[in-house]
């Protein structure tokens, strides 16, 4: 199982911007071999899809992202980043991200049992 390690989250206001970074642990472990999927959980909610990336670039993003988020992936850094804008209240939760995502149109947990990281917490003031 590919290891990712998330980091950027915050606390910022109504309005701001946040940019979460996902890269992979391991000498030999390389993000553009995989698609990778980032995902989030509010407290008291189920996990959600928000955007996966393919190692081509190829991109999507869940209906609830696609006006304010955006994918990307830096293949020198190792590194898929999830851009965060004009965050809401709403978006607050636990940010993580998977090589174990289905991206064929849709954001979707390719495994159940997944095991996930520690994730990055959002927390978005009104």
């Known amino acids: 199982q590919v290891q990712l390690v998330e980091s950027g989250g915050g606390l910022v206001q109504a309005g701001d911007s946040l940019r979460l970074s996902c890269i992979a642990s391991?000498?030999?472990?390389?993000?553009?071999?995989?698609?990778i999927g980032w995902f989030r959980q509010a407290p008291g909610k189920e996990r959600e899809g928000v955007a996966c990336?393919?190692?081509?670039?190829?991109?999507h993003l869940a209906e609830s992202a696609q006006d304010r988020f955006r994918i990307s992936r830096d293949n020198a850094k190792n590194t898929v980043f999830l851009h965060l804008n004009s965050l809401k209240p709403e978006d607050a939760a636990m940010y993580y991200c998977?090589?174990?995502?289905?991206?064929?149109?849709?954001?979707?947990?390719?495994?159940?049992?997944?095991?996930w990281g520690q994730g990055t917490r959002v927390s978005v003031s009104s």
């Open positions: 998977t090589a174990d995502v289905l991206c064929d149109g849709g954001v979707e947990l390719a495994d159940p049992e997944t095991e």
């Open positions: 990336i393919f190692g081509t670039g190829i991109a």
């Open positions: 391991g000498p030999r472990v390389r993000v553009d071999d995989y698609a």
